[in-house]
């Protein structure tokens, strides 16, 4: 994993110019930090699907003698950006881990509070949303959740379903190892006693998955410092660049994204030993680490 980046963060200062990417949409007003990542980055090998895990809140919020809802409010400014930036960017997909099946076990008011905050959250960045083109997704077990939020999640789906941007999941009920037995479970009840002794290719276990039709994630970026995937795309992250900063997730701005990208973008992609684009020779295959 890649070590953890530096803490400080700058804050937002007076922006000096505006930035005109490789897309129709600008990314905006720039501060002075961002203008600097943005020169060291290229647009055209930017990860495909991003994956993040959202962590922190809760000592975010303890480092503030705040009460642990208070940080999961603060995060969702640290969404809204993340997913602004990753849609003008014109990443093709974004994936968030928003509530694990582990978390039911957290005190119910702020279980409560967090469905109430999805729900909050959905109506009120929906003109976002529509405007960056952004196609929503929930991964999950969705029809365990409360009736009103199931409501929520599909009426979202419906409005975004026509969009033609990035893709937006959310990681809802989420649980990589449920996820693998939910695939396994729908191959079998296609089956339905045809075939049921032949084996399962990982292509027909992938078309299967929560993330089924999208790309597998190329960078997983996780925030507060902890060096874990936490139950999360244990599939689909089998060859991903993992980027761990020391950053809380309320404190995740534009910047420390970019700068996980520049990041992304200095490592050598390969898989079985053969750089990204590299052709196969006779000669020896260079092993990552070498």
């Known amino acids: 994993m890649a070590d953890s980046v530096r803490k400080h963060v700058v804050p937002h200062t007076k922006a000096h110019k505006t930035l005109h990417l490789a897309s129709p949409e600008p990314l905006g007003s720039v501060t002075p930090e961002e203008a600097q990542l943005l020169e060291k980055l290229h647009i055209k090998t930017l990860p495909r699907h991003v994956a993040v895990i959202m962590d922190g809140n809760g000592r975010w919020a ?25 849609a003008r960017l014109k990443i093709d997909a974004l994936t968030l881990y928003a509530f ?18 999805l729900r909050e959250y959905l109506k009120k960045e929906m003109p976002l949303l529509q405007k960056n083109e952004i196609r929503m997704r929930f991964l999950g077990r969705v029809e365990e959740l409360p009736a009103a939020v199931q409501k929520d999640v599909r009426e979202a789906m419906e409005k975004t379903a026509a969009n033609k941007g990035m893709v937006l999941c959310i990681a809802l009920n989420y649980g990589g190892r449920a996820e693998i037995v939910d695939a396994m479970n729908r191959i079998l009840a296609e089956r339905n006693g045809n075939g049921a002794s032949s084996p399962v290719t990982e292509e027909q276990l992938a078309r299967h998955l929560y993330t089924g039709g999208l790309p597998d994630p190329d960078l997983l970026i996780r925030t507060s410092g902890e060096m874990r995937v936490s139950n999360f795309l244990l599939w689909q992250i089998a060859y991903a660049e993992i980027y761990v900063t020391e950053t809380l997730w309320p404190d995740f701005n534009r910047a420390r994204l970019l700068e996980a990208f520049v990041e992304y973008q200095k490592r050598e992609r390969r898989y079985g030993g053969i750089r990204e684009g590299e ?10 680490g070498e």
């Open 279 to 288: 052709a196969d020779t006779d000669k020896p295959a260079r092993v990552a």
């Open 100 to 117: 694990s099946v582990e978390n039911w076990r957290r005190p119910k008011t702020e279980i409560d509070f967090l469905m109430q905050l």
């Open 62 to 86: 303890q480092n503030r003698h705040l009460p642990r809802i208070a940080g999961h409010r603060a995060g969702t400014q640290s969404a809204r950006t993340t997913i602004e930036t990753c």
